[in-house]
């Protein structure tokens, strides 16, 4: 069985900063996060949060690879995601978090409350294979 990944929402502030993109592909959707997540884009963010568990989805995948700033605005939205996703019974998966990303858990100790996969993650629901699920 072939899947079809579409677009359904690309959202694109006034502040060349943050351009994130909202997948759904059957039962998962994916996040795509690039630039910065700061004060000026907390609302792109959440927006693209909401948006993601409308469905609901099973899985909710929050690509994090392209983040160049993560203030803990940030953080506190990913919080709050993980909050909606684990009262809902949906999968919550952050895929190849970048370095900045990494070092704000780091520093507050959050990757243990995350389940945290590299870039290499693919859904097994699809008959691919998982990257490790050991935090980056």
Do not use: C, K, W
């Amino acid at each position: 069985m072939v899947s079809s990944s579409q677009v359904y929402t690309r959202v694109q502030p006034d502040h060349p900063g943050l351009h994130v993109e909202v997948t759904r592909d059957q039962h998962i959707t994916t996040v795509f996060v690039n630039g910065d997540v700061d004060l000026a884009t907390a609302d792109l963010l959440s927006a693209a949060a909401d948006l993601a568990l409308q469905g609901p989805p099973l899985r909710v995948v929050v690509d994090l690879s392209g983040v160049t700033f993560f203030g803990v605005v940030g953080l506190t939205i990913v919080q709050n995601l993980r909050d909606r996703t684990d009262r809902d019974a949906i999968d919550l998966v952050l895929r190849a978090p970048s370095q900045t990303v990494r070092t704000v858990f780091d520093i507050v100790s959050a990757a243990r409350y995350f389940r945290i996969v590299h870039a290499g993650f693919q859904d097994a629901d699809r008959g691919q294979s998982l990257a490790s699920n050991a935090a980056v």
